[in-house]
């Protein structure tokens, strides 16, 4: 099993352009979860899934969408990226209310 | 919502010595989950504790959830250099809203020889 992976995993962008990070797990989870990571403020979270068709928002959603058309992935797109979405993204998955399995992350700079 | 507060934000540790995290929450925990992360790195699982007064150990590290369930620590006996990097403390927001994941903002941990 390749667990939890994400792609890209480096990205620059310049401000007003657009992407979408891709998240893919084999686990079969009902849960997933985008995060960003930034300096002196933990993970924090951006949209989450508990289900294929449903997404939510995190904590901090604003500037980001989600979908969860296949079970499997989870994509977190960018519509017009700014230089305060910097920071380092990661994806993780989990059973129903269990622990979560995280992705190796990607790196991500807005110009 | 939820607030986190982990302590101490960073610590330095000699080789051989022990150290312990603490994670303290505004609301109950319905289950507190510690995680280790390496520089550059995703994070990896290390316990997860449910039940309150619940203690759960493996290898050199020992986590506790006290009986309030608003407070957790991790020690580490006997620190390595393996032991190095970003303990995080992150918790479900319960029943109301499964999914609604938060975390603490991490210790990182040094060991020094």
């Known amino acids: 099993n390749a667990g939890v992976t994400q792609t890209p995993k480096f990205r620059v962008l310049k401000t007003g352009q657009s992407m979408t990070l891709l998240c893919a797990q084999d686990m079969n989870h009902e849960y997933m979860y985008w995060y960003r990571q930034d300096p002196g403020m933990g993970l924090r979270l951006i949209h989450y899934?508990?289900?294929?068709?449903?997404?939510a928002k995190g904590e901090v959603p604003d500037g980001y969408n989600v979908s969860r058309l296949k079970k499997q992935n989870f994509l977190l797109g960018l519509e017009s990226a700014a230089p305060s979405q910097t920071s380092v993204y990661f994806c993780a998955s989990s059973p129903r209310e269990d622990t979560q399995y995280f992705g190796p992350g990607t790196r991500l700079t807005v110009l | 919502s939820q607030e986190l507060e982990q302590s101490p934000q960073s610590l330095i540790v000699q080789e051989g010595k022990n150290l312990t995290i603490n994670c303290t929450s505004s609301k109950t925990l319905y289950g507190l989950y510690w995680y280790k992360q390496k520089y550059g790195e995703g994070l990896i699982f290390l316990m997860m504790l449910q039940k309150g007064g619940e203690e759960k150990s493996h290898e050199k590290i020992t986590a506790k959830l006290d009986e309030k369930k608003q407070q957790s620590s991790l020690h580490i006996t006997a620190s390595q250099p393996s032991h190095a990097g970003i303990y995080l403390c992150?918790?479900?927001?319960?029943?109301?809203?499964?999914?609604?994941?938060?975390f603490g903002a991490g210790t990182q941990v040094v060991v020094t020889p």
């Open positions: 992150g918790a479900d927001s319960g029943p109301d809203s499964w999914g609604k994941f938060q």
């Open positions: 899934s508990v289900g294929e068709g449903t997404t």
